[in-house]
Nanobody
Framework: QVQLVESGGGLVQAGGSLRLSCAAS????????MRWYRQGPGNLRELVAG???????NYADSVKGRFTISRDNSKNTVYLQMNSLKPEDTAVYYC?????????WGQGTQVTVSS
């Protein structure tokens, strides 16, 4: 069982930055991948960024060049640095962990970008 706790959300003006954190209850080194998803008002949940155990990363086209996912195995934490935020980035951001065939979710953290 993996428990995930997100933090770092908030209200920011367009063009600003936020850094989200996802702290895992155990060692993230054993996890196959960790990902950030988001769900905006009236939208389906979408993949924002992912990072594998080998630190390979992938991003949604809409955030490439603006968001950076990283991991700190010593702190069992994954981060999402979000720069040049836009109003359309407004959403609840969820952390997801994959271990073999199981997936785990955090409770989400709200990000609101004002224009």
């Amino acid at each position: 069982q993996v428990q995930l706790v997100e933090s770092g959300g908030g209200l920011v003006q367009a063009g600003g930055s936020l850094r989200l954190s996802c702290a895992a209850s155990g060692s993230i080194f054993v996890l196959d991948a960790m990902r950030w998803y988001r769900q905006g008002p009236g939208n389906l949940r979408e993949l924002v960024a992912g990072i594998t155990r080998g630190s390979s990363t992938n991003y949604a086209d809409s955030v490439k060049g603006r968001f950076t996912i990283s991991r700190d195995n010593s702190k069992n934490t994954v981060y999402l640095q979000m720069n040049s935020l836009k109003p359309e980035d407004t959403a609840v951001y969820y952390c997801n962990a994959v271990l073999s065939t199981a997936g785990y979710w955090g409770q989400g953290t709200q990000v609101t970008v004002s224009s």
